[in-house]
C-alpha cells in the first residue's frame, strides 16, 4: 500500500524511543494493527496502553476511536483510486520456476521493508555505532549469527572496538561480565526466538549497556529491551526463512557509518591496507631483522 498522509504523520511525529516503538508497530502491520485495541498495540511495542493514547493524541487523535476512523477513511480513500482500481484489474501471472519466483519475492519483500521503514529509528542505531566511546558486540541466533558477523567485520573496518560475540554452549553469559554503559550490543533475533537472546539482552540492560535489535516484523521479545528496532518482512520459499531484506539492512548500516565517519574511517582503512602489504613481504631468511 503507498504511503499515505496519516501512514507519513505516524512515521514523522515519533520522537522518543517509545513513540518510535508505537510508530513501527503501526507501520508494520498497517492496517491491519490499527484494528485491533490499544492494549494489544502497546503488548506489541512493549510499551504501555498510555503511551500508545499519547502518541496517538500527538499526532491529533485524542481517542482511540478517531486514530481507527481516520485510518480506516485513509484506507478506502486509497483502495477507491483510480490507479489502485487498474492495478486490482491487472493479471498477477506468477512464474512456474522457484528461483524467478523466490527473486520477485524478495524485490516485492525489499519494497515493502522501504514502505514500512522508520528513517528515524535508523538513524539512532548509527548514532549508537559512531560514537567513538562506545564498544560495539555483536551477536545473533542459529541462523542470524552470520549476519552478526558479517556486520562486524564490516563495521571492523570503519571503527575500533567491534567484536563478533558467538553464543558459545556453556559460555553464552560470560561476555556480560564486563558489559556497562559504554557497551553496544547489536542482536540479530528472527522466528524461532530463541530464549537465551532474550536472556542475554536482559542481563545487557541490566548492566546499562545499550541494544540496537534487528528482527522480523513480529518483533523478538527482545524488542522489551531495545533502545532501537529494525524490522523486516520474512517471505521465502524456504523452510529457513529469508534474510535478504536484513543483509540490505546491514549495507545501509555500514554506509551510513561510513558517510558519518568519513575521515576516521578512511584513515583507519588506509592503516589496514598497509598492514596487509606485511603478508606481501617475502619470508625471511631465518635471521632476525630487527635492527
Not at 68 to 87: T, Y
Not at 114 to 131: G, R, S
Not at 266 to 272: N, P, Q, V
Request: hydrophobic content about 40%; overall charge positive; charged content about 25%.
Amino acid at each position: 500500500m503507498p504511503a499515505s498522509p496519516l501512514f507519513d504523520r505516524i512515521r514523522k511525529e515519533a520522537r522518543s524511543t517509545a513513540e518510535r516503538k508505537v510508530a513501527s508497530v503501526l507501520l508494520e502491520g498497517y492496517p491491519t494493527r490499527v484494528l485491533s485495541t490499544v492494549e494489544t498495540l502497546a503488548k506489541q511495542a512493549s510499551v504501555s496502553a498510555p503511551t500508545v493514547l499519547r502518541f496517538l493524541a500527538k499526532i491529533g487523535y485524542p481517542r482511540f476511536a478517531d486514530f481507527q476512523a481516520a485510518a480506516i477513511a485513509d484506507v478506502e480513500r486509497q483502495f477507491g483510486s483510480p490507479l489502485n482500481n487498474i492495478r486490482a484489474e491487472m493479471p498477477a501471472d506468477k512464474p512456474e520456476h522457484i528461483y524467478q519466483r523466490t527473486l520477485l519475492m524478495q524485490a516485492e519483500a525489499l519494497q515493502t521493508a522501504a514502505a514500512q521503514a522508520m528513517p528515524a529509528e535508523f538513524d539512532v542505531i548509527v548514532d549508537m555505532l559512531i560514537n567513538p566511546k562506545a564498544t560495539i558486540k555483536l551477536l545473533g541466533g542459529r541462523y542470524s549469527q552470520n549476519l552478526a558477523q558479517r556486520l562486524a567485520t564490516q563495521l571492523g573496518q570503519l571503527r575500533p572496538s567491534v567484536f563478533f560475540t558467538p553464543l558459545a554452549l556453556g559460555f553464552v553469559y560470560d561476555s556480560l561480565a564486563d558489559a556497562g554503559p559504554q557497551d553496544v550490543f547489536v542482536i540479530f533475533d528472527y522466528r524461532r526466538y530463541q530464549v537465551e537472546l532474550f536472556n542475554f539482552a536482559r542481563g545487557a540492560r541490566r548492566s546499562g549497556a545499550r541494544i540496537c535489535l534487528f528482527t522480523d516484523t513480529w518483533r523478538s521479545p527482545v524488542a522489551e529491551y531495545a533502545d532501537a528496532v529494525l524490522t523486516s518482512p520474512d517471505t521465502s520459499t524456504s523452510p529457513f526463512g529469508s534474510r535478504v531484506v536484513p543483509t540490505v539492512q546491514i549495507e545501509a548500516i555500514v554506509a551510513a557509518v561510513s558517510q558519518r565517519t568519513h575521515d576516521r574511517s578512511r584513515d583507519r582503512l588506509a592503516r589496514i591496507e598497509e598492514l596487509r602489504k606485511l603478508g606481501d613481504a617475502e619470508p625471511s631468511s631465518g635471521k632476525d631483522d630487527t635492527p
